[in-house]
Each structure stands twice: as C-alpha cells, then as structure tokens.
C-alpha cells in the first residue's frame, strides 16, 4: 500500500522558472492538502481540496496553483518561481475533513525546493 | 498569538527519563487533537490522536485539558529512538471546511 506519494524529492530552480509537483494517493481519501514548511515553522496549508474539481486556496496561496481531475491525483504548480518559495513541500491526504475523524492526515515523503 | 504554540525546546533527555511536553490552542471550538511525530528530513508521521478522556499507547500518554486549551504528550522510559519533533496539531473550522493548525513542533533529544 503505497498511501501519498510525492515527486519529485528533490529540485533547484531559477528564479522565475515553474514546475509542477506531483501528488498521488492510493486510498481513496477524498481530502487532499499542499503544505509548506519553513525551518522553525508550522506546516503551512497553500491549497486543498475536498474531491475531484473542487479545490480551494488555503493560508499561503500565492504564487502558486492546483488541480484535482481525478480523486488519486494533486498536483502542485509553482509559477514564475522566487527565492521565497525556497522550502518543504508535503501532500497529505484524509478521509475525514481536517481531523474530523481519529485517523489524522496521511503525508507523503515530501519535495525540497530551492529556489536561486 | 499563534493560533497552536509549542515549545521548540530541544528538550535534552538521558535515556530512560520520562519527559513530557504542552500545546496550547487559542480556539475554544475545536474538537479534534493529534499528536504527529517527525523526524529530521521526513514526513511527519501520526503518533496518536488526543481523547477527550486522555489515552495511553505504549510508553507515550496524551492528554486534553480543555479548561486550560492544552494538549499534552508523557513519553516514559524513553528511548533513543524517540528522538524526533513532535507535532501537535488541532482542527478547527475554515470556510465551510475543517482544517488541521500545526505547532511549529517541539525538538526532543534523547541522550545515551
């Protein structure tokens, strides 16, 4: 059982190139979540969704976008890359709505990006 | 105020002690209380959820006071292998969702 998996684990961009992080589950979860973190700092909501065509902008939304065409499938898409974009991509996914359930979120193994 | 704070410590424990660490919440409605546990470049990973009642698996304990909005995690007979961060984490509405609010985490060391 796979549960999230993220590609890539690794990037280095320049500032102003894009990319798209990709984002799989395989459990059927139909909440899904893009998270940053910063050293020192919380996990960061950019974006999530509730099921497949439905997404909506979280916290620190800015510079980037996401899609939803499939119930499996999330990715991120950075645009125009900055140097403050530079952090620690995690998706996650649940089966319940932000912790409404006692199975918490399901992270993959995360994407570290530096953006110079 | 951050909304869920922690102490980022680290905690420096000998091996064996029993160590124990807070999270405080600010937002009285919320209804749903973890406990994630990550270790140095990976995911964080669910340790337990938090019952209104307090629970207990293994060596590790968590507890709710909602009279005070913390959260609390009890780690005995600690190993060396327990040393990570420690996430807690706390839902609450946004929009016409719930969503999880994350502590910055608090650094746990495990000393030989």
């Known amino acids: 059982n796979a549960g999230v998996t993220q590609t890539p684990k690794f990037r280095i961009l320049k500032i102003g190139q894009s990319m798209t992080l990709q984002c799989t589950q395989d459990m059927n979860h139909n909440y899904m979540y893009w998270y940053r973190q910063d050293p020192g700092m919380g996990l960061k909501l950019i974006y999530y969704?509730?099921?497949?065509?439905?997404?909506d902008k979280g916290e620190v939304p800015n510079g980037y976008n996401v899609s939803r065409s499939t119930t499996e499938d999330f990715p991120l898409r950075l645009e125009l890359a900055a140097p403050s974009q530079t952090s620690v991509y995690f998706c996650?996914?649940?089966?319940?709505?932000?912790?409404?359930?006692?199975?918490?979120?399901?992270f993959g193994s995360g994407t570290r990006l530096t953006v110079v | 105020r951050k909304e869920v704070e922690q102490d980022p410590g680290p905690f420096n424990v000998p091996e064996g002690a029993t160590v124990a660490f807070n999270c405080t919440y600010s937002?009285?409605?919320?209804?749903?209380f973890f406990w994630y546990r990550q270790d140095c470049r990976k995911e964080p990973k669910l340790l337990m959820s938090v019952y209104s009642s307090g629970n207990e698996d293994g060596r590790f304990t968590a507890q709710l006071n909602r009279a005070s909005q913390y959260i609390s995690l009890l780690i005995r007979d600690s190993k060396l292998s327990d040393s990570a961060t420690y996430l807690c984490a706390v839902n609450r509405a946004m929009d016409s969702n719930y969503q999880l609010i994350w502590g910055a985490g608090t650094k746990l060391i495990i000393k030989p």
């Open positions: 996650a996914s649940s089966y319940e709505a932000g912790g409404r359930s006692n199975y918490g979120y399901t």
């Open positions: 969704s509730v099921g497949a065509g439905i997404t």
């Open positions: 937002n009285s409605a919320s209804q749903s």
